[in-house]
């Protein structure tokens, strides 16, 4: 069973701060990277792809891919109130374009 | 930008009843996906279709089944509720070609009594 493993957290931090989310995957064969949002009682809204080793920036979000360790990461700076949600780390797996989705990193952005 | 669509937000059903969830995307996916997601569990894969009257089975297809009979439409069945598929049902689409990634509907919170 290939899997994205995340911590659940809560990650709780200040308004204004660096607000750094991870996860890691096991299928070595993944080639393509998500971090979807997702506010409670709402679906998983798309943020950001990454599909090769580094960094990709879009605005306060980075992503961060290491395929070497498995690794990624999303990085917001300037944490807003508006950013306190489930942040879901999804990667591809299998055929037929499936993909595996994290349980998810809930973010409490504290004013 | 892509839409998908829903058929409800929110669904009541008995134990033993046939439910029918409807899915609709407008962005000429070839993929669609069924999902359910519980707390604790995240999301968990049901089935997908690649094409048009083609499905294959996901992590969890039992009680479940699904028809493609339009690129466009992608229906979950459960052929006889039960309460343990109690959960939020989320549709997604992808395109064929690009980054696979996927855009979700706004979900269904089916609860079966």
């Known amino acids: 069973q290939k899997e994205v493993e995340q911590n659940s957290g809560p990650l709780s931090v200040p308004e204004g701060a660096i607000a750094s989310l991870n996860c890691t995957y096991s299928d070595r064969g993944s080639q393509s990277f998500f971090w979807y949002r997702q506010y409670s009682g709402k679906s998983p809204e798309l943020i950001m792809s990454i599909y090769s080793n580094g960094d990709k920036e879009d605005g306060r979000f980075t992503a961060q891919l290491n395929k070497a360790s498995q690794y990624v990461s999303l990085l917001i700076r300037d944490s807003q109130p508006s950013d306190s949600a489930t942040y879901l780390c999804a990667a591809t797996s299998g055929g037929y374009q499936k993909v595996t989705f994290g349980i998810g990193t809930k973010l409490q952005v504290i004013p | 930008d892509v839409k998908v669509t829903q058929s409800s937000r929110y669904l009541v059903k008995r134990t033993g009843e046939k439910v029918f969830l409807e899915c609709v995307q407008d962005m000429d996916h070839e993929n669609m996906f069924w999902y359910r997601q519980d707390p604790g569990l995240g999301l968990r894969l049901i089935y997908f279709s690649y094409d048009v009257k083609m499905k294959e089975k996901g992590d969890i297809p039992e009680g479940y089944s699904v028809s493609r009979e339009k690129k466009e439409r992608f229906s979950l069945i459960l052929e006889s509720a039960s309460t343990n598929q109690t959960s939020m049902y989320l549709c997604?689409?992808?395109?064929?070609?690009?980054?696979?990634?996927?855009?979700f509907g706004p979900g269904t919170r089916l609860t079966v009594l």
């Open positions: 997604a689409s992808s395109p064929l070609t690009g980054g696979n990634e996927q855009f």
